[in-house]
């Protein structure tokens, strides 16, 4: 895997909400839309790491199609994301 000190901070990863570039080869932020996991991809990242909850109004329809359309693969951890106040 390449270096991701400056794809890691293009304008394409940093417009993602809660963007956060924790190494050269670790980001976390909040759910991207569809066009922003693949601009993650083209960075050169290559797991996704899901922790919504399952029925979270921000979840993308088919987010594992899109992230392995893209190349990279996906691990989805549902329910362990912050809960929603009652």
Partial sequence: ??????????????GIFNFQRLSDSIITSGQPDEGQLAAVARAGFEVVVNLALHDDLYSLRNERDTVEA?????????????????
């Fill in 1 to 14: 895997m390449r270096s991701m000190s400056t794809a890691a901070d293009s304008p394409h990863l940093t």
């Fill in 70 to 86: 893209w190349g990279c693969s996906t691990s989805t951890f549902r329910g362990l994301g912050a809960a929603h106040p009652g």
